[in-house]
């Protein structure tokens, strides 16, 4: 595609339920990031892969926060058992590689947990 | 550890120039971007420093200074469609991973 592709763009989940966000990177990057903006704050890092490896997983607030990139491309963000503090846009951006020093960030799903 | 500080808000009218100031403490320093989010957007690439000195790209430049840990974004001719929050970040590493400021809200008044 012409861009990152996030989906969904809202979901809203209930407390303790499992949710799946996905991202679409641009064709050909191989670094991809996932990151966490709330109301008012600056995206707050939390996993990125180069190729199908998660090479800093650093961010994850906990072990509810998963994320898998298992052929390179598509990476999902998995988080289990929500809570409301984890209401927030979830952002995924992509590089051609690491070493980029431009990222290419999608429009976010915004996740809000009732 | 990283962080960054930046003023939470500036107010500008329309053509004129509004500098956006970003001091920050890094144990490594591998660069520093700037990033322009409008509401409900994606953030987007304005530019990135590496180097001590201006980068000028069209209306908007950068510049770093790696002695005071200190860089700025200046924007000029100011439009209304300016208006938007800022970002300034650096590499975590020399790596794409990127540690963000808080961000500073831009509005650009008629």
């Known amino acids: 595609g012409a861009g990152v592709s996030q989906t969904p763009s809202n979901k809203v989940t209930e407390k303790g339920k499992y949710v799946e966000l996905r991202c679409d990177p641009i064709s050909g990057h191989t670094a991809l990031y996932w990151y966490r903006q709330s109301l008012g704050q600056g995206p707050e890092f939390l996993i990125y892969?180069?190729?199908?490896?998660?090479?800093?997983d650093s961010g994850l607030p906990n072990d509810r926060f998963f994320a898998v990139r298992p052929e390179g491309s598509v990476s999902t963000l998995k988080i289990q058992r929500t809570e409301r503090g984890d209401s927030a846009v979830y952002l995924c951006?992509?590089?051609?590689?690491?070493?980029?020093?431009?990222?290419?960030f999608g429009q976010g799903t915004r996740l809000t947990v009732v | 550890g990283q962080s960054l500080e930046q003023p939470s808000e500036v107010t500008a009218v329309e053509g004129a120039i509004v500098q956006i100031n970003c001091t920050y403490q890094?144990?490594?320093?591998?660069?520093l971007s700037w990033y322009q989010q409008h509401d409900g957007g994606a953030p987007t690439f304005l530019s990135y420093?590496?180097?001590?000195g201006l980068e000028e790209t069209g209306r908007f430049s950068s510049f770093l200074s790696r002695s005071d840990s200190y860089g700025y974004l200046l924007l000029q001719e100011l439009q209304m469609k300016d208006s938007a929050s800022y970002f300034c970040a650096v590499r975590d590493g020399g790596r794409g991973k990127l540690i963000f400021g808080q961000g500073t809200e831009l509005s650009v008044k008629p």
């Open positions: 420093n590496a180097l001590d």
């Open positions: 951006a992509s590089s051609f590689t690491v070493l980029d020093t431009e990222a290419f």
């Open positions: 890094t144990s490594g320093f591998y660069g």
């Open positions: 892969f180069q190729g199908t490896g998660a090479a800093d």
